[in-house]
């Protein structure tokens, strides 16, 4: 099995930083795409930020220039350094990772259970 365990959220004044950690263990022999989503209440989950094996990124226009997403492959681990966070920044966040657990198999997506992330003053 894999599991998938958020940290870092919490409340920040606008304007502030958070930095996301998202940390993937079991049985895993690769990991392809990670990547954070968030939802807001009453919205739905959105894409936040992708980076694939290769280390290309994807932001969602709404954070491009202020979100910053890393991985580190040793670690299985996925990073989102969030500055200049506004209120609209506002919701649980969730990772993802499309992981393979063996040579054979195909891939699978998982997710992470969130994390709040709350921007007000």
């Known amino acids: 099995q894999v599991q998938l365990v958020e940290s870092g959220g919490g409340l920040v004044q606008p304007g502030g930083s958070l930095r996301l950690s998202c940390a993937a263990s079991g049985s895993i022999f690769s990991i392809n795409t990670m990547g954070w989503y968030r939802q807001a209440p009453g919205k739905q989950r959105e894409l936040v930020a992708s980076?694939?094996?290769?280390?290309?990124?994807n932001y969602a226009d709404s954070v491009k220039g202020r979100f910053t997403i890393s991985r580190d492959n040793a670690k299985n681990t996925v990073y989102l350094q969030m500055s200049s966070l506004e209120p609209e920044d506002t919701a649980v966040y969730y990772c993802?990772?499309?992981?393979?657990?063996?040579?054979?198999?195909?891939?699978?997506?998982?997710w992470g259970l969130g994390t709040q992330v709350t921007v007000s003053s």
């Open positions: 993802k990772m499309n992981i393979y657990t063996n040579r054979v198999r195909a891939s699978s997506n998982y």
């Open positions: 980076i694939i094996s290769g280390g290309s990124t």
